[in-house]
């Protein structure tokens, strides 16, 4: 539903959000208060996955009611570019997401939303008002950053520590958009009340009953995306910056794959497909994630964001199978045929300077049940990321960086093929941020079969030893900003108390494209 800029005939579609934008205005009419009924959002207000044109907002209400949403190029409201609505109804939990589209390029969009109670429609509650900038149509500087892991290891909101403070960092930076590479929640890590720091001091979580205990109902799962959004700091970083959401295995559970069948301590449901079936819900109902009729609940996606910049949002979780279950000839599934066949599609088919690929895990680090198979040529989940690389290669695809998290530390790696034993591909930077606000871990060890080496690395010790709580300042994002007349890279790990802890800048290379490969493709 939208309302474009300048006159159009009037159409059903243009009539129904009229309507909504009337309601909005009857506001300033007289009424009787009845304070009780009036809806209100809950948790606050989301944009995400914005283009030129579209974004999608995001709210809850605390009661089933219609969002009444509205967007405008200024703070008064004054010039509305968009109007829509959208109910939100116990079988969504009371969320509720809309598509704002014929949105002006390249401008900061300011979005409110109020909620009208549907037993009385003449009584609607406070708005609340969200911000975010569309993509440009034309060459400008842009900024984003990324990290992931998000209230990980029982580690949660102690308001005494400041809460989830990376947020509040982040957003002093302004960044024109936040990939959020994945472990958006931990729903197998129950949050206690207290929890005791190595100094000897208590830390203190804010708990809540759905996270006492591992998430297995849809209601569970639910209440994970609620808690962080219990944090002030979450809350006011949502409101102003964008977020590209993708999920990894915290989600749904540790180390999951649709065939895996669980064994850890708490669950009484051991099917990790029926876990995935209610923790995908919850995540498309509070992530303000772009919805396909194609294919339900996907999370793979592209994200177009001006001509300097493509995101190729991954999903390593839903498609893959067990590294050791891998049949005769040594391969095992990571993205499965039909998303690799969708991204070498588009990756070949981008025009942008930058393709950065989005990914929920790192492609060459040595980790439980993760990409890399150990020393050596490619085995198991690796043939599918060599038969990529190998593809871009051929195609004449420059100018790709990875970046990702799910290490609870922050690092730097060069892909090298003179120095991998698998050498079908061009170098590439691989860059590794986070936690957002879990334990910090130890750097892990590089697997060689793509080359990697380790240009920074800043993670806990072992003398701290790993789990490392968030009060000890080890909680790191990245910072990338592209500038506009250059079109240079400029590549910086950061720390929650806004320490540049590395930097890099990448020129981008010239486009060559074989004329064969983008016919093909």
Not at 15 to 44: H, K, N, Q, W, Y
Not at 174 to 202: V, W
Not at 375 to 383: K, L
Not at 483 to 506: E, P
Request: aromatic share 10%; net charge negative.
């Amino acid at each position: 539903m939208r309302l474009g800029r300048g006159a159009k005939p009037l159409t059903r579609r243009r009539f129904l959000t009229g309507t909504a934008a009337a309601a909005v205005a009857g506001l300033a009419m007289p009424s009787i208060s009845r304070a009780a009924d009036r809806p209100e959002l809950s948790f606050g207000l989301q944009s995400g996955d914005v283009s030129a044109d579209t974004a999608i907002v995001w709210a809850r209400a605390d009661r089933p009611s219609r969002m009444l949403i509205e967007a405008a190029t200024s703070d008064s409201f004054k010039d509305i570019v968009a109007s829509t609505f959208v109910d939100a109804l116990p079988e969504s939990d009371f969320t509720g997401k809309a598509l704002l589209d014929d949105l002006p390029p390249d401008q900061d969009i300011f979005y409110r939303v109020r909620c009208q109670n549907l037993s009385s429609p003449t009584i609607i509650g406070p708005a609340q008002v969200g911000r975010f900038r569309s993509a440009p149509a034309s060459r400008r500087s842009v900024s984003f950053a990324w990290s992931g892991d998000t209230a990980g290891q029982g580690w949660g909101i102690d308001e005494a520590h400041g809460g989830m403070r990376t947020y509040a960092t982040m957003l002093k930076h302004r960044p024109d958009f936040f990939i959020h590479s994945g472990d958006c929640i931990y729903a197998d890590s129950p949050i206690q009340r207290e929890l005791k720091l190595p100094n000897g001091d208590i830390w203190r979580n804010v708990v809540t009953e759905d996270k006492a205990e591992v998430a297995q109902t849809l209601a569970q799962f639910r209440g994970n995306y609620k808690y962080n959004l219990l944090d002030t700091n979450v809350r006011a970083f949502n409101a102003e910056v964008p977020v590209f959401a993708q999920w990894d295995d915290h989600e749904v559970a540790n180390d999951w794959w649709p065939l895996r069948a669980l064994d850890e301590p708490g669950y009484s449901e051991r099917s990790a497909l029926a876990l995935a079936a209610r923790a995908s819900r919850a995540f498309h109902e509070y992530m303000p994630t772009r919805q396909t009729l194609a294919e339900a609940g996907r999370v793979y996606r592209r994200m177009s964001y001006g001509p300097l910049l493509d995101v190729f949002m991954l999903d390593m979780r839903s498609y893959r199978e067990s590294n050791e279950a891998a049949p005769h000839d040594g391969h095992a599934p990571l993205l499965g045929a039909k998303q690799l066949a969708w991204l070498k599609k588009e990756i070949a088919r981008s025009q942008a300077t930058w393709k950065v690929i989005a990914a929920d895990l790192p492609i060459g680090l040595v980790t439980p049940d993760g990409v890399a198979g150990g020393n050596g040529s490619p085995a198991g989940r690796e043939h599918e990321i060599a038969d990529l690389l190998s593809f871009m290669k051929r195609a004449g695809v420059h100018n790709t960086v990875w970046l990702t998290a799910d290490m609870h530390y922050t690092a730097a790696h060069y892909y090298d093929p003179d120095k991998a034993v698998f050498q079908d591909f061009d170098p590439f930077w691989e860059f590794v941020s986070g936690p957002l606000h879990a334990g910090t871990w130890m750097p892990a060890p590089l697997d060689n079969t793509f080359g990697p080496s380790v240009r920074y690395q800043k993670g806990c010790t072992r003398e701290q030893g790993e789990n490392l709580a968030p009060c000890f300042g080890l909680q790191f994002f990245g910072l990338v900003e592209i500038d506009g007349t250059t079109g240079v890279m400029t590549v910086n790990l950061k720390d929650v108390d806004d320490h540049n802890l590395w930097s890099i800048d990448i020129a981008p290379q010239p486009a060559s494209r074989p004329a064969s490969i983008a016919q093909r493709v």
